[in-house]
């Protein structure tokens, strides 16, 4: 004679407890708004991209036992070699795709932090990888090839002043 058991909910429900490890994360990317004072006036630091030259901020994805603020600033070294002290509150985010290896774009929402320029160094991990270009606000607003990020600059530019 078989056995046949009736299945409860309880049985599946240790599935639906590890079932939150198989879920990606949030398409988080942090991002450094470089800034200097220039000559005439503010100056906001972009670089570009590895692959297609846009012209972005420095930006990568969240470190683990890192606090968001300091992964902003570890971007801005890797990327452009710049040194600086990043606030440890966001000033906004904006929605921006990443471009991944095999051709495919997914949405990501970019958290951006203030880095207040100390120095750029000349050797740093991305050197040769990556245009650096610092601009006045107003210019780097035209140069920077992402609709949202050309909103969210046009949005915080008062705050540079």
Do not use: N
Not at 17 to 38: D, T
Not at 73 to 98: C, D, M, N, Q, T
Not at 121 to 146: H, K, M, N, V
């Amino acid at each position: 004679m078989g056995f046949v058991r009736t299945l409860t909910a309880w049985d599946f429900s240790w599935l639906q407890s590890v079932g939150g490890l198989f879920i990606k994360p949030a398409r988080l990317q942090i991002a450094a708004l470089c800034f200097r004072q220039g000559e005439a006036g503010p100056e906001i630091l972009l670089v570009s991209t590895r692959d297609t030259g846009r012209l972005i901020l420095p930006k990568g994805w969240p470190e683990k036992d890192r606090p968001a603020c300091e992964t902003a600033s570890l971007e801005a070294y890797e990327e452009a070699g710049v040194v600086g002290k990043a606030h440890p509150r966001p000033i906004g985010s904006f929605k921006s795709f990443k471009g991944l290896a095999d051709g495919l774009k997914i949405r990501t929402k970019v958290l951006v932090f203030r880095v207040e320029f100390q120095k750029q160094l000349t050797s740093y991990p991305e050197l040769g990888q990556r245009r650096c270009i610092w601009l006045p606000f107003s210019e780097a607003i035209e140069a920077a090839d992402e609709p949202a990020l050309k909103r969210f600059l046009r949005r915080h530019r008062a705050e540079f002043r």
